[in-house]
């Protein structure tokens, strides 16, 4: 069976600076996958390539067996994607929205309208009424990108920063939501700051640090391996079970030798 | 911090902070030329600011000379109307050019450590330097040096007064832009002054058009006294009002100069200090509602939403969140791809429809493009009858001319057509859809709207000047095909190269590339020239035949162009998606 998601030396420069490169990722169908690296690591240029937001340099990219670059309509069918932006339209309402979208990716003008309308229900949004998008807060604009991103029911979503600013109570619904969709089949692909949730959602973890994967496992086996060199002989203590938080301070930490000393601060700070 | 503590704020640091802001405001500008296309920017700002400052050269040595001849001719207190002219005319100014918080949003500012008195000063300072301002302190100046020159006795006299006049101009209009801030801080209100403002411009150029005598040569035509029969009722308004107008700017700055010109030197500083009190007046109210803004004031939709109670559309149970109802669209299975009911070209058409029908909220909802929609017709209203009656041959050449009037309005929208996406221009490039499809749609609207659009000015035409000869007018919707056709290749190709972020938020602020609009003006004004010459030709031939088969074969060349144009817009969409993304979903 393909991959959900393949890429394969996939590179991109921008004027002279290599942002990833030659990154190779399999992801398999039903993953929900964690794509976690430190600020300018390249996350958000990977994503993007992924979508078709961002030309590569060099390198390929295929989801569910198809090539993107090839078959660029046929694979954005397929996905679904909440990008860093959003890509909200500020002048119209949820609902129209929502329909819009529905009807771009070809669904029929009633199943659009069905789906809206529990889309809206579900996320909160269904008494917004007339309200322009333009109007709307961060969370709630994050609220309605995710639910443009699964109209059409996608079996491979790519989420940029999905719960950045989405309440508590929204975005334990949002995970439920996404939980379900991996039971039904989808992958999911995320980038998250937010460790705690990637942790709980996530069962593979990729960490990308300037340009370059430096781990790709489940998050069993990376913690396992991190643990090991942390703690040898504690493997299998479910007591000294590490976070995620600990496995990305020393994956990334250890391999780009960022660490702050203890003794190094600022200085005229009180 | 520990500086912080070490002693008080000193002037030092305040005039740093002046010389931050004024270092911010020039890199920014500089900056925004720096990217892709920024040259070409530079250029056609370069060209308009030549064009304006012309423009507002003349007006500056108009008013100095008028000055001269009212005084010269012992006509000085007709100074008043000068001065009323100069305050409507940087008001109005201000309004066109928008003000200086262009490149920043200076409310920003609050939460650096600023004393207040500082932030007024910094708000103030800013906005001195707004092209209407200037231009209407120069103009005041000039009427200065005017009166001067005629009257040398009163040179300091004229100054004084002209300076304080335009310092309470200036801070007038900070005080109205402070306050129009305020007032407009929803979208709806925007909505409403936008269309009030656009109003009112109409209303000018109809009244421009019906009173100015460079528009009425004969003044025994039956409009001319129709306008006298109506509105001679303005003159004795104008009278009574005069008394309540006494007490304001222009009126105290022009009777001070009448003091002064019959030497009472007490006249001439009581009138000035009335005039200085306004100054004042507008200053503290101006600086009343800058100390509101510091104290950090929120204006925007947003904030009164937060205050609104919504439906909880959650239900909490035992502590944990439930979703109210199940998700189907979510389910991705296997079947998920039997949903896509519409397929190959119906496809095409869905997507076509689906963005057609976007385009066409986007236009209901934006009074700019209604305006520019609705302007043409009103200015055809109005010209239609008056340039019929100049000759005998005037009835052929109305309607052509008011079609390529009317796609002066429509050609530019072309060139910026994913502007007012914003980021949600991302979503073109994510979605199973071509970008042949998205601009085809968005194409096919601006062609019904010059369809509309044309089909009014025929009938309007017709019904002022009289029909149209039927070759004239095929003739002139085949050129208007072509030109358009022509248009929307280049308009398409520059929406993705040089796009330009047009802001929901801002009703009055600049929202398209320069370099576009001119573009956009020059390929229309090609197109009209050639097409004149031909007109011309065929005209002086007697060979009225041929315009329909010339312009046909134009037409179809256009089209058979753009629609060849289609075909690689998709690649070349995709080589130039960074850029496009790059301008559309900066941060504001």
Redesign the interface.
Request: charged letters at 20%; aromatic letters at 8%; one cysteine or more.
């Given at each position: 069976m393909a991959p959900a998601i393949a890429a394969h030396a996939l590179t991109r420069s921008f004027d002279g600076f290599t942002a990833v490169d030659h990154i190779d990722l399999a992801v398999e169908p039903g993953q929900f996958f964690g794509f976690l690296g430190p600020n300018g690591a390249g996350k958000s240029t990977t994503i993007k390539m992924l979508?078709?937001?961002?030309?590569p340099t060099s390198g390929s990219i295929q989801i569910l067996g198809q090539d993107l670059f090839y078959n660029?309509?046929?694979?954005?069918?397929l996905?679904g994607?909440v990008?860093?932006?959003?890509?909200?339209?500020?002048?119209?309402t949820a609902r129209?929205y929502l329909?819009?979208?529905g009807?771009?990716?070809?669904?029929?003008k009633v199943?659009a309208e069905a789906?809206s309308t529990?889309?809206l229900?579900?996320?909160?949004?269904?008494?917004?009424g007339k309200?322009?998008i333009?109007?709307?807060?961060h969370g709630m604009g994050k609220k309605l990108a995710l639910a443009?991103a699964?109209?059409?029911?996608?079996?491979v979503l790519f989420l940029d920063e999905p719960f950045e600013g989405v309440d508590a109570?929204?975005a334990?619904?949002l995970k439920?939501?996404l939980q379900?969709?991996i039971a039904?089949?989808?992958t999911i692909f995320l980038t998250s700051h937010v460790l705690e949730i990637v942790e709980r959602l996530c069962s593979h973890i990729a960490i990308i640090n300037r340009g370059h994967i430096v781990a790709n496992e489940s998050l069993d086996e990376l913690r396992a391996g991190v643990q090991a060199r942390l703690t040898p002989g504690a493997e299998g203590d479910p007591q000294a079970r590490i976070t995620l938080e600990q496995i990305f301070l020393n994956v990334v930490g250890g391999e780009a030798g960022e660490t702050a000393h203890p003794e190094q601060e600022l200085t005229?700070?009180? | 911090?520990?500086?912080l503590e070490r002693g008080g704020w000193t002037a030092a640091q305040t005039r740093a902070q002046f010389g931050a802001i004024a270092w911010l405001r020039w890199r920014i500008m500089c900056n925004g030329y720096r990217r892709k296309g920024g040259v070409g920017e530079m250029v056609g700002m370069v060209l308009l600011s030549v064009l304006f400052l012309g423009m507002v050269l003349a007006f500056v040595v108009g008013a100095g000379f008028a000055a001269y001849f009212f005084v010269a001719k012992g006509h000085l207190a007709w100074i008043t109307w000068l001065l009323w002219g100069i305050f409507l005319l940087c008001q109005l100014l201000n309004i066109q050019l928008g003000q200086p918080t262009t490149t920043f949003d200076p409310t920003q500012l609050i939460r650096f450590p600023l004393k207040v008195e500082t932030y007024v000063g910094i708000r103030l300072f800013f906005g001195l330097l707004t092209p209407a301002n200037v231009a209407g302190t120069l103009t005041s100046l000039s009427v200065a040096v005017g009166i001067g020159v005629a009257a040398p006795r009163l040179w300091v006299y004229a100054l004084i007064a002209m300076a304080v006049f335009a310092a309470t101009n200036v801070l007038f209009s900070r005080m109205i832009f402070a306050w129009v801030d305020r007032w407009l801080s929803t979208?709806r209100a925007r909505e409403v002054f936008t269309a009030i403002i656009f109003m009112g411009s109409l209303g000018i150029q109809w009244a421009n058009f019906t009173f100015n005598p460079a528009y009425n040569h004969n003044h025994r035509t039956h409009a001319y006294a129709v306008s006298q029969q109506r509105f001679g009722f303005v003159g004795p308004l104008i009278a009574r009002a005069q008394p309540w107008l006494k007490p304001l700017p222009p009126e105290l700055a022009s009777s001070s100069l009448t003091k002064a010109n019959q030497a009472s030197v007490v006249g001439f500083a009581g009138y000035t200090v009335a005039a200085s009190l306004w100054a004042g007046l507008f200053l503290l109210v101006f600086a009343l509602r800058m100390r509101t803004e510091f104290r950090g004031e929120n204006l925007?939709?947003?904030a009164s939403?937060?205050a609104r109670k919504?439906?909880?559309?959650?239900r909490?149970s035992g502590g944990?969140?439930?979703?109210?109802?199940s998700?189907?669209?979510?389910?991705?299975?296997a079947a998920?791809a039997n949903?896509?009911?519409?397929?190959g070209g119906a496809?095409v058409w869905?997507?076509i429809?689906?963005?057609l029908?976007?385009e066409i909220?986007?236009v209901r909802?934006?009074t700019g493009i209604l305006y520019g929609l609705v302007m043409p017709i009103f200015l055809v209203l109005i010209f239609a009858g008056k340039f019929a009656t100049r000759s005998s041959t005037g009835s052929i050449w109305v309607f052509p001319v008011a079609v390529a009037y009317t796609l002066l309005a429509i050609c530019p929208l072309s060139y910026n057509s994913l502007g007012?996406?914003?980021?949600?221009?991302?979503?073109y490039?994510?979605?199973?859809?071509?970008m042949r499809d998205i601009l085809l749609a968005k194409n096919l609207l601006g062609s019904a709207m010059a369809g509309v659009e044309i089909v009014l000015i025929f009938v309007i035409v017709s019904y002022m000047a009289g029909v149209p000869s039927l070759q004239t007018a095929v003739a002139a919707i085949f050129w208007a095909v072509g030109t358009l056709a022509v248009n929307m290749i280049f308009g398409n190709q520059r929406s993705i190269t040089s796009p330009k972020k047009m802001d929901?938020?801002k009703a009055m602020r600049r929202q398209a590339s320069q370099v576009s609009g001119l573009i956009a003006m020059a390929v229309l004004m090609v197109s009209s020239g050639v097409a004149a010459g031909i007109f011309f030709l065929c005209f002086w031939l007697h060979a009225l035949w041929a315009l329909v088969p010339i312009f046909a074969v134009f037409a179809a060349v256009g089209v058979g162009f753009y629609l060849q144009s289609l075909k690689t817009i998709d690649r070349f969409a995709?080589?130039h998606?960074?850029e496009l993304?790059l301008e559309l979903?900066k941060a504001a």
């Open positions: 979508t078709g937001l961002l030309a660029p309509v046929e694979v954005k069918r996905i994607v990008p860093e932006g959003m890509a909200l339209f500020g002048k119209l129209e329909l819009f979208v009807r771009m990716y070809g669904l029929e199943t789906r529990e889309l229900e579900f996320m909160g949004l269904a008494d917004q309200k322009l333009a109007d709307y807060s443009a699964v109209i059409h029911g996608p079996k109570i929204a334990n619904t439920t939501m379900s969709m039904r089949g989808a005229w700070l009180s | 911090m520990a500086e979208r925007s939709d947003g939403v937060v919504t439906t909880k559309a959650l909490v944990t969140a439930v979703a109210p109802v998700v189907a669209a979510v389910g991705t299975t998920a949903e896509f009911a519409v397929a496809r869905a997507v429809e689906a963005v029908n976007k909220l986007y909802r934006n007012m996406e914003t980021t949600g221009a991302q979503f490039f994510m979605a199973p859809v071509r929901l938020q995709l080589d998606r960074e993304l979903c």
